[in-house]
């Protein structure tokens, strides 16, 4: 099985969302692993908990300190427990925009309300008073924006006829807890899963000029051209020929490069079997900090090896503006 994601939870208070991450950690299969629980309250019911149950904890108070001041701190905590990933359950701090912008795309953050409908506070209160149907959770990424991040993951909880701002979010923690585990779990998951990498690689390859999709051997692969006469460019592997490898094939531009690329880092590159021959590469992409701006700039490299002049001409013009 691969490591699991090391994951650093931001908490405020109580805890009941951590609480619910730390222990589906430990249900058999989990991908995730809670390596610090953090609090800018260092009386935080959190915690004790992520203390009794032999979790690393860190807490330092906010007051009398600049927020970047803090948000430092909390932050090398977190790199100090070699967390891949920040897990806001709680936690009662706006981020500092430079924080945010360095964690883009491994934080995530629990928000009370069905976005994007309702931002901010009083969500419950506001989906009653609007006599909405149903209230309920979203997990989101966080952005700079407050709530604005891409929804991961929601669930829906009927409002009744009886529910107060109190009862619906006793109702709505519960869903809570269900549905942060699962996103979590599958957000960290997705760099080792087929499906979310080949959906990766055909958004990038198919924004090319005069691309389109055919499979090849059973795999998928993308050309450049006409339906007809269009040429291949780029191939998805999936762990083919005893490979353990998800990866990318692209033309190289030589075999030295190849080579080259392969004895220097072979963490990333690999020569694949019959494709490695003709001077494709693979770009291994189940490893953890793929570079997908690395990824897009080698399906353009091989693109322009096999498209036509008059093809190529149409980005060249492109990159102008």
Known sequence: MPDKAQVAVFVSGRGTNMAALLYASRLPGCPYEIGLVASNDPEAEALTLAE???????????????????????????????AQYIVLAGYMRILTPEFVRRWEGRMLNIHPSLLPKYPGLDTHARAIAAGDSHGGASVHLVTEELDAGEVLGQIKVKIHVNHTYDSLAEHVRHAEHQLYPRVLADYVSRGTDPEWLLGRVRELALALPETHERESHGSPGFRVGTEKSGKFFAYFSDQHHGTPHISLLVKCSSMDELESLVEAQPQAY????????????????????????????????????????????LLDVADEF
């Open 52 to 82: 009794a149950e032999g979790v690393a904890t860190f807490a330092l108070s906010h007051k009398g300190m600049k927020r970047s001041e803090h948000d430092a701190a909390m932050e090398q905590a977190a790199l100090d427990a070699r």
């Open 270 to 313: 690999y020569k694949p079997a019959y494709y490695g021959a003709a001077g494709w590469i693979g770009v291994i992409l189940n490893r953890p900090g793929v570079d997908w701006e690395s990824v897009a700039d080698w399906l353009q490299r091989s693109w322009r090896a096999v498209a036509p002049k008059s093809v190529t001409r």
